[in-house]
């Protein structure tokens, strides 16, 4: 599901000194993951017992993953000895949804 990751594209999505290469490294990254997130996100979304979840919230939270991506980008690395980075995006993915999934339940309980 995952593509393999190059700790060179990592490498430029810290590096956020040339504006020009940044950019472009970052559509690599979003065009490179997005559909294996959206898949996990879906996943996700059916552990938690959400088997009929629209397309929105599943794009809402894909692009909320991306948001950590990108706020914590400077710490991220490419290191084998603490797993892999496909299992770290799943992380990332699966937290969200549960954040999602607890706030839709506040929700409904309030209405």
């Given at each position: 599901?995952?593509?393999?990751?190059?700790?060179?594209?990592?490498?430029?999505?810290?590096?956020?000194?040339?504006?020009?290469?940044?950019?472009?490294?970052?559509?690599?990254?979003?065009?490179?993951?997005?559909?294996?997130v959206r898949v996990c996100?879906?996943?996700?979304?059916?552990?938690?017992?959400?088997?009929s979840v629209n397309e929105?919230?599943?794009?809402?939270v894909v692009m909320a993953?991306?948001?950590?991506?990108?706020?914590?980008?400077?710490?991220?690395?490419?290191?084998?000895?603490?797993?892999?980075?496909?299992?770290?995006?799943?992380?990332?993915?699966?937290?969200?949804?549960?954040?999602?999934?607890?706030?839709?339940?506040?929700?409904?309980?309030?209405?």
């Amino acid at each position: 599901m995952y593509p393999n990751t190059r700790p060179t594209l990592i490498d430029r999505l810290r590096d956020s000194n040339s504006s020009g290469r940044w950019n472009s490294s970052w559509e690599e990254f979003f065009d490179l993951y997005h559909q294996a997130v959206r898949v996990c996100v879906r996943r996700a979304f059916q552990k938690n017992g959400w088997y009929s979840v629209n397309e929105a919230d599943v794009q809402e939270v894909v692009m909320a993953v991306f948001e950590s991506i990108l706020k914590g980008r400077a710490s991220l690395e490419v290191d084998p000895s603490k797993g892999r980075f496909r299992g770290f995006l799943s992380r990332v993915g699966q937290r969200r949804v549960g954040r999602r999934c607890m706030q839709r339940r506040g929700n409904s309980s309030t209405t």
